[in-house]
């Protein structure tokens, strides 16, 4: 993507303090962590950083797979967002959650990182070889919406939440992109 103002990169040890700041900025706002790995039910960075044992001990065999990315600004090495890469789909992902989560930090949206983040990650999704992704948000969620639909997210449904997932008890709705 060029004139990029963000990269995604794994998670290490010298992106602690961004995060667990992230992390502080969310639990304030109340704001749900999706695409964080779990990130708001940890005490520490090292914690979190063990997302794939944690989470496959929390899910059982309904774990899948993900990349945990960190969106940083590259003028200044803030993470102003944190998105996963989840495949292949569970039922349940295949349902309600999507092959991508992602979350802004809530003192930088607004300022377009969602759009980049997600044009970010469909690129290593291409690369990986994967000819289309499902992404899911709110019905609710406009911001979410937009940003689907301008990485090329066509709507194929909205599903009731029957689960919970949803702030509102509201529905969720369902986009593929096509990468190829």
Sequence with gaps: MTN????LVPPTEEYEREVMSYRTEMLENGDS??????LENV???SEWLKFKERLKK????SYVPSEVYLA????DGMVVGIMDYRHPLSDFLFNFGGNIGYCVRPSERRKG???EMLGLLLEICRESGEEKVLVCCENYNEASMKTIIRNGGVLENEVPD???LTKY?????RYWINLF
């Design 169 to 173: 008890g509201g529905a969720i709705q």
């Design 162 to 164: 029957t689960v919970g």
């Design 33 to 38: 962590f999706d695409g964080c790995a779990g």
């Design 113 to 115: 990182y969602a759009k």
């Design 43 to 45: 005490k520490s960075y």
């Design 72 to 75: 940083i600004r590259k003028n």
């Design 58 to 61: 929390m899910y059982g065999e």
């Design 4 to 7: 990029a103002r963000l990269e």
